[in-house]
């Protein structure tokens, strides 16, 4: 009877949790993803969890990122400040060799892997909403990281300088 009894009351919980999201009409024609991000992230606060650390300054450079973000509750604009402020951090502590730093969550390649710092992964969400980002840092000579897939903040940050530079039409760093 008991097993019943909170199978019941689970199945109604999440009737009523989906009576509650169909509520909230949607533009006839048109997908939401404002209102998804809405209800994804009402109310619900942006998390990270380390999926591998591959540069301790990296690391302590996300977590100081993280305390920036406050009750940013957009999902966008909560990529965006986040990608921003870790890359400012991670180019504060750099290790002296390094001449570009890079926070990108979509699909790439490195040409010469010895001449960049592992990556350090993190799991980013707000709400149900979430994405991974592969951090890490970059030098030369002849080295080349390759981006494939969109660009913008809330997806790509960099700070160069000396022999790396980036290119705003492919996204991608160049360390000469």
């Not at 100081?64 to 604009?77: V, Y």
């Amino acid at each position: 009877m008991k097993f019943f009894s909170a199978s019941s009351l689970a199945v109604a919980f999440a009737v009523a949790g989906m009576a509650n999201a169909a509520a909230i009409p949607a533009q006839a024609g048109q997908a939401d993803g404002n209102a998804l991000e809405s209800r994804a992230a009402a109310g619900a606060a942006a998390k990270f969890i380390f999926k591998a650390i591959g540069s301790a300054a990296v690391a302590e450079s996300i977590s100081e990122a993280f305390k920036t973000l406050g009750s940013i509750g957009k999902w966008d604009q909560a990529r965006e400040t986040f990608t921003k402020n870790t890359v400012q951090a991670m180019w504060d502590r750099r290790p002296s060799q390094a001449h570009a730093a890079v926070c990108y969550n979509m699909g790439y390649t490195v040409s010469n892997t010895n001449e960049m710092t592992p990556a350090t992964k993190v799991e980013f969400s707000l709400g149900s909403l979430h994405t991974d980002y592969d951090c890490f840092y970059m030098w030369g000579p002849d080295n080349h990281f390759n981006s494939q897939g969109d660009g913008g903040y809330i997806n790509l940050a960099t700070i160069t300088q000396g022999n790396c530079s980036f290119d705003g039409k492919t996204s991608d760093v160049y360390c000469a």
